[in-house]
């Protein structure tokens, strides 16, 4: 009998049958509050009406325009509308499949750019699992271990991670930015530096925001020195931290922006924007694929798009996160267990500990599968595997937030029992 891979382990006991808005349903005949969002790519929800019409007029109408062939209607939809939302300055756009390819064609980009071959991560990066994205990402061993050698050419500078330090904000940030310019006295030399790679929230390695004086400190740095700043805003973008991209909240404009996840409501979809004339340093040729760009997926983006712009998905992200935060502070705040609640926006997380401060994913696992049994599907991550997430579609309404601390509460009061 053939089987899926037990190598994919499930993180929920469920088999969707199908799924509406912030709801999946299971062929157990459950309905399940998903605050996963499929890793936070439903932004919409699931099936948004509006997203369903687009991709079924599109199937019907074109399925497949491969854009180094020809270019396509949907195509040019979306490169406009992408338009009004992109930083300004950014205004050429390459798109592919999955994040890992949209990360592997901005590193390819700025090493083509600059000549130079070095790429510096922030430590607790996730940018993918092919072997480039799995070479810059230190979210956690299991993404890099066992088919090495890595990439070379990749360092690795501190995050100001100021819970994991014990530090204040502040003093984690002026050691990060401290060991930046150590590492380029050290390390990488500017003149062998490409690109400083960062997450304006750090996504698989344990939801911690960055700052503004970390990101514009990285931002002068960059300028200083000829170096790319590139922001992985594949977990952050299109309305996730309640701006409609992370870096908005710190007034920070990157060289290279990456996009994907909530960008198509769960059409495989991603894509860079630069500036053209950067973008234009690419060895013609260099930047393609078959997929991406895809007409079904370019429509049901541009239907993601004027959904999160016509709901006021932006606003409703930051509102129903503080909703949401505030929920999880009051959880914490009845047990020894969880050290700490950050996020932004909708992107929120509660990371269990032990008493000594230890990080503790038994009792974030627990956590999790009694939340399952609560109806509520929850993922984990960081680099313990002790930090609970939550990252439901930007259409959460109040009654749905409540109704997920309901079941957080008991989950949490079950777990610690
Ligand atoms: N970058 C970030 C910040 C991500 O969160 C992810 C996926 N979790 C990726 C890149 C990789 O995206 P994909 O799985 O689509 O390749």
Request: aromatic residues 6%; negative net charge; proline residues 5%.
């Amino acid at each position: 009998m053939t089987r899926l891979s037990e190598h994919l382990r499930q993180a929920t006991p469920v088999v969707a049958e199908r799924g509406e808005g912030v709801h999946l349903y299971g062929t157990d005949g459950r309905r399940y509050l998903d605050f996963t969002a499929g890793i936070g790519v439903t932004s919409t929800g699931h099936c948004h009406p509006r997203v369903v019409a687009a991709a079924q007029e599109q199937v019907a109408t074109l399925i497949h325009g491969q854009y180094t062939t020809v270019l396509h209607r949907p195509l040019q939809r979306l490169v406009e509308k992408l338009g009004s939302v992109l930083p300004e300055g950014l205004d050429s756009l390459f798109f592919a499949n999955s994040g890992s390819e949209a990360v592997e064609a901005a590193m390819r980009l700025a090493r083509q750019a600059t000549g130079r071959p070095n790429i510096v991560v922030a430590h607790g990066g996730f940018h993918g699992r092919t072997v480039a994205a799995a070479s810059l990402t230190t979210s956690g061993t299991k993404i890099r271990t066992g088919f090495g050698p890595l990439m070379a050419g990749v360092a690795i500078t501190p995050f100001p991670n100021a819970y994991h330090y014990g530090w204040d904000e502040e003093t984690a940030t002026r050691f990060a930015l401290r060991e930046f310019d150590h590492l380029l006295q050290t390390v990488s030399d500017p003149d062998d530096t490409a690109a400083i790679l960062v997450e304006p929230v750090l996504g698989e390695g344990g939801y911690v925001p960055a700052n503004t004086a970390f990101l514009q400190g990285l931002r002068e740095r960059a300028d200083r020195h000829g170096i790319l700043l590139v922001l992985d805003e594949v977990q952050t973008g299109v309305g996730r931290t309640g701006r409609f991209w992370g870096h908005d909240h710190f007034g920070v404009r990157p060289d290279i922006l990456i996009t994907a996840k909530g960008l198509a409501s769960g059409f495989p979809l991603s894509g860079i924007a630069a500036p053209e004339a950067l973008m234009h340093k690419a060895r013609p040729g260099s930047q393609g694929g078959t997929y991406g760009g895809n007409a079904v997926a370019c429509a049901a983006a541009v239907a993601t798009l004027e959904v999160v712009e016509e709901e006021g998905l932006v606003a409703n992200a930051a509102a129903m996160g503080a909703r949401l935060r505030s929920g999880l502070e009051d959880v914490a705040a009845k047990t020894e267990a969880i050290g700490d609640v950050r996020g932004l926006g909708l992107m929120l997380a509660s990371e269990f500990t032990t008493p000594d401060g230890e990080p503790d994913a038994a009792t974030a696992v627990r956590a999790q599968q009694a939340a399952a049994d609560e109806g509520l599907l929850l993922l984990l991550c960081g680099p313990w595997g002790n930090v609970v997430r939550m990252i439901p579609a930007l259409v959460v309404d109040e009654g749905q937030i409540d109704d997920g601390l309901r079941a957080w509460a008991a989950a949490v009061e079950t777990a610690t029992a």
